[in-house]
Nanobody, 117 residues
């Protein structure tokens, strides 16, 4: 299983970006699909996720600004980021989990998002 993250870049504060994560397998095989981020000197944190129950959860810091979505035929999920702030600057990683009982984790390679003030 491979996850390919893309869509990062440099944007001014208040701007928008859309990240994509393309999977090499059907995303129906995943229990969880998420986006994480890691800023310099900080721990990786969960930004947004599709849960196994089909719900979406967001970090408090991005609620109302970020939206996670999916395109099943394309085996891709997205992170639409709006009203970006300098503190959103980080490397963003897509993540997926699949399996029952024994679970397997998969990570994309990361895409840099830089928000200038």
């Amino acid at each position: 299983v491979q996850l390919q993250a893309s869509g990062g870049g440099l944007v001014q504060a208040g701007g928008s970006l859309r990240l994509s994560c393309a999977a090499s397998v059907s995303i129906f095989s995943f229990n969880v699909m998420s986006w994480y981020r890691q800023a310099p000197g900080k721990q990786r944190e969960l930004v947004a996720t599709f849960t196994s129950g089909g719900r979406t959860n967001y970090a408090d810091s991005v609620k109302g600004r970020f939206t996670i979505s999916r395109d099943n035929p394309k085996n891709t999920w997205y992170l639409q980021m709006s009203s970006l702030k300098p503190e959103d600057t980080a490397v963003y990683y897509c993540y997926a989990e699949r399996g029952s009982g024994l679970k397997y984790d998969y990570w994309g390679q990361g895409t840099q998002v830089t928000v200038s003030s």
